[in-house]
């Protein structure tokens, strides 16, 4: 079990440019989760997946923000049109189903964008 | 909409001090609460997941409460090492997916 793994580890961008991260969960864990951490800040979630359905989004996930799971294994998420207020930490996790109750998520070592 | 509030936000002791770091949420329909250690730069690491229908859960010299009809957890280290400096997240699941809150942490530091 290698963990949860997400690529690239950091990102130097231009504003106005496209950007596109990759994570890849814990094999056979179904849910898979993203979140996004600015400077002393919390995570704060961003989308969910079960399997490859997208079932939940935050109200922080505009219009130029898409995430996928194609066949239900890794995730890619895209930021269209980077601006400077979209630096942060990008964090993914993924959780086996199991009894909410006891739900514990992994989490990757995260992306780091920079927009400049 | 689930607020999480952690208090101190930064913390410094002495290598050897037994401390508290305290996490308060303001609806208390929780499935879970976990805490969290997150090094800088690095991803988050889970330490202790406290089920809503349990009052603590111990693991080595870290022991987390919760109170869930108050809506506080807390979390104790014993005899702190220079090696638990870090950022400690407190977080909760409330969602019918499980999502987590985060409150925005407890930045530690042991000195030797």
């Known amino acids: 079990d290698t963990g949860v793994s997400q690529d690239p580890r950091h990102k130097i961008t231009k504003r106005g440019q496209n950007v596109t991260f990759r994570c890849d969960p814990i094999s056979e864990h179904n849910r898979l989760y993203w979140y996004r951490q600015t400077l002393g800040q919390g995570p704060e979630f961003l989308t969910y997946?079960?399997?490859?359905?997208?079932?939940?989004k935050s109200r922080l996930l505009s219009d130029r923000f898409s995430a996928e799971r194609p066949k239900g294994s890794f995730s890619t998420l895209e930021i269209q049109r980077t601006e400077q207020g979209d630096s942060a930490m990008y964090l993914c996790a993924s959780s086996p189903i199991s009894d909410r109750a006891t739900d514990t998520q992994y989490f990757g070592p995260g992306t780091r964008l920079t927009v400049l | 909409k689930q607020e999480v509030t952690q208090i101190p936000a930064a913390l410094s002791v002495p290598e050897g001090e037994n401390l508290v770091l305290n996490c308060s949420f303001t609806?208390?329909?929780?499935?879970?609460l976990q805490w969290f250690r997150q090094d800088p730069g690095k991803g988050l690491t889970s330490l202790l997941l406290?089920?809503?229908?349990?009052r603590e859960q111990t693991s080595g010299r870290l022991n987390a409460s919760l109170d869930k009809s108050s809506g506080r957890s807390t979390l104790y280290i014993a005899a702190s090492q220079p090696g638990d400096s870090a950022t400690y997240l407190c977080a909760v699941s409330n969602s019918g997916y499980s999502t987590l809150t985060f409150g925005k942490g407890t930045m530690l530091l042991v000195s030797p």
């Open positions: 609806d208390s329909a929780i499935y879970n």
């Open positions: 406290i089920q809503s229908s349990q």
């Open positions: 997946f079960q399997n490859e359905a997208q079932l939940e």
